[in-house]
């Protein structure tokens, strides 16, 4: 498949630990988050660019070729991205440069599952002449994830010799830098100034990085490649790069398990899903997206069916959902786990929902094993559910109508979140309508647990469609009792009200029923594009068209008309629903509205959908090139939505649990409950 030769395209590889490479597929960097090595300290969290890029020259017959280029402030130098002749990305990035007399040399990138560590792989394509030498400059920056770095006097340049391997740590408070290689290693620290970064400009960030250099590497390309791994100073990494291990034995022993491991994925969403699911050091977590998300709660419980359930990785589900109850408190589930001094966020009254939906989905497709981890999940399902309807955070609670209220001044609980400066865009204070549906859906859960729960879901479901519907405009209201005002009422045209007929086991409103096809009418007639549904209807106050500008104008477009890939999963449900879900319709479906976002594998984010996009024509991806819950609901679509008949993955019949927790178990008081 041809791929873009553009700064457009961007390419991932992701080591299954929450750190990555990536970059254009020009070569060019334009964020500050491309790098050739960028690592997590504390896996998923405290992630360090260490490795930004590479300075490449090839030296042959008494000339020097330059392979790749570098964006300075006011030039683009040197000129070796005119000699890229093409780029493949499968299995993974492989950049193929023009030589004058014909021949070629390729750059390969390859991170392994599993290891803080990139392979470079150079191979000439043709035969060698005799005096071929590539120089190779690492450009380190080694500085937070979100940082930059600017030239100064306090770095350590000394390096560390051990055998095969150079360790650099310029910077006291980042890890350090360990090269390996079979080249000639030439002391020669040296600042290179005035990168800039273009699509930090765009986004009105600071964009202008220098970056040090502490050596040149010398390779001997007579036997017609040439290789080395830079990585993370970690044990994990020792082990395999201790002395007297050869680098290059390493490495191919390294790149080939890896080519095995990419070649087990039935497809290439697989393997897409595969690089938001990492080991934490508390066990599995989900990235919500890269290239700067972390743990997210919120975007973890809706990645996790698609990633994960659609996949048949239930085990792994499990000890994502396992680890995420350990967070518990309150009766809450966190919707952000700070990193480095950053505190842990409880602002989201649907994420804890989505925690026990999900919980309860997994729990009916999958015999979960007896013991502590399964009674926690359960005890955590219970708790929240439990607290909800005493009253938790934020004006959380269920009201004497049965429906779920959320809401406090200058705070923002939905997955509706931004915030210019201090004050919420959308903060839908009072009854939101995807919180009902998550509450009956939640309470539909909890109910396989202690049946107590029944009535709550019951009730809820009563109270939905009175005070929700509305007649002349033919769909639901998003919010009801504004700000906790009785009766008042936001009748926004929006997708959450998709979430009442799809995205969720069940529906709240029964499918075969007029108003049920009004909304998925109204939905597509309005919001649907084809790169998910707009957040905001297009006739309606405040809409905005294009996610651009600085912070605070892209933050106040977020949720104002900005397509949200994701939503692609609940409305295709939702209108499969509506029209009985045979197999004329999933074939239709299929082509209406799973093949427009298919074809955005093929740029973008290569191999991936971006987290949102203007709502506007043409849909211009933005955000974040690579988002778990984009990919997780196109999978879920795929594979289970639209899937034809025969090979559907039907939920397992629900198994009795071996656990021994009691039926009407009791749900657990964390400290601050």
Request: proline share 8%; aromatic share 10%.
């Amino acid at each position: 498949m041809r791929v873009p030769l553009d700064t457009d395209t961007e390419w991932l590889e992701a080591d299954g630990l929450g750190g990555f490479a990536s970059g254009t597929t020009l070569g060019l960097r334009t964020r500050r988050y491309h790098a050739l090595l960028l690592c997590a300290a504390r896996p998923p969290a405290e992630r360090f660019a260490l490795v930004a890029g590479l300075e490449v020259r090839l030296r042959a017959s008494g000339r020097e070729v330059p392979l790749g280029a570098q964006r300075y402030v006011d030039v683009v130098h040197p000129d070796g991205h005119r000699r890229l002749v093409d780029v493949r990305l499968d299995p993974w990035p492989a950049f193929r440069y023009a030589l004058d007399d014909g021949r070629r040399l390729v750059e390969e990138r390859i991170v392994p599952r599993g290891l803080p560590l990139t392979i470079v792989r150079w191979r000439l394509e043709g035969a060698p002449v005799g005096d071929e030498r590539l120089l190779v400059r690492p450009l380190l920056a080694c500085r937070d994830l979100h940082g930059l770095l600017r030239e100064h006097a306090h770095l350590d340049p000394r390096p560390s010799f051990h055998g095969h391997v150079v360790r650099y740590q310029p910077h006291a408070g980042a890890p350090a830098v360990l090269c390996a290689s079979e080249g000639w290693v030439r002391h020669d620290p040296i600042w290179y100034r005035g990168f800039l970064y273009d699509e930090e400009r765009r986004r009105g960030f600071d964009c202008v990085e220098d970056l040090w250099s502490p050596a040149e590497i010398a390779f001997d390309l007579s036997g017609g490649s040439a290789e080395a791994i830079f990585a993370m100073d970690a044990p994990d990494v020792w082990r395999v790069l201790e002395p007297p291990s050869r680098p290059s034995i390493v490495g191919s022993r390294l790149l080939e398990a890896e080519r095995r491991r990419r070649e087990a994925f039935p497809t290439r969403l697989h393997r897409a899903a595969d690089a938001y699911v990492v080991r934490g050091e508390r066990g599995t977590e989900i990235v919500a997206g890269y290239p700067w998300f972390g743990s997210w709660g919120r975007d973890t419980f809706v990645a996790l069916r698609g990633l994960l359930l659609a996949t048949g990785r239930f085990d792994e589900a499990f000890d994502v959902l396992a680890r995420w109850a350990d967070t518990i408190d309150g009766g809450m589930i966190p919707n952000f786990l700070g990193e480095r001094g950053e505190p842990t966020a409880f602002n989201a009254a649907d994420a804890s929902l989505w925690y026990v939906v999900a919980a309860g989905e997994l729990f009916e497709r999958w015999p979960p094993p007896a013991g502590p981890r399964t009674r926690r999940i359960r005890e955590a399902m219970l708790c929240i559910v439990e607290t909800y309807r005493r009253g938790a955070r934020f004006g959380i609670r269920v009201d004497a109508d049965g429906l779920l209220a959320a809401g406090a001044p200058g705070m923002q609980l939905t997955w509706m979140d931004a915030r210019v400066g201090s004050r919420p865009v959308t903060p839908r204070v009072g009854k939101p309508v995807e919180l009902q549906a998550l509450w009956v859906a939640a309470c539909d859960a909890a109910a396989r647990i202690d049946a107590r729960w029944e009535s709550a879901a019951r009730r809820a479901r009563a109270a939905f469609e009175p005070r929700f519907w509305n007649e002349a405009l033919g769909w639901l209201h998003d919010v009801v009792d504004v700000d906790h005002e009785p009766g008042r009422v936001d009748p926004s045209l929006r997708p959450n009200q998709i979430f009442a007929v799809g995205g969720l086991p069940r529906p709240l409103l029964d499918p075969r029923a007029e108003r049920a096809r009004r909304i998925v009418e109204a939905v597509e007639r309005h919001l649907w594009t084809p790169l998910g549904l707009r957040s905001l209807a297009s006739f309606e106050p405040g809409y905005r068209g294009r996610y651009e500008g600085g912070a605070a104008e892209r933050d106040g477009a977020y949720h104002q008309g900005t397509v949200w890939p994701w939503l692609t999963g609940p409305f295709v449900e939702a209108w499969l629903r509506v029209r009985g879900d045979d197999e004329a319709s999933r074939e239709e479906a299929r082509r209406r509205f799973v093949a427009p976002l298919h074809s955005r594998l093929d740029a973008g984010g290569w191999g991936h959908v971006a987290e949102i996009a203007d709502g506007d024509p043409p849909h211009t991806p933005r955000g974040a090139p690579f988002q778990a819950w984009s990919v997780g609901e196109l999978l879920r679509l795929e594979f289970e939505c639209c899937a034809p008949r025969a090979v559907f993955r039907a939920s397992s019949p629900a198994t009795p649990d071996a656990d021994p927790s009691p039926q009407g178990a009791t749900a657990p008081q964390s400290p601050s409950a």
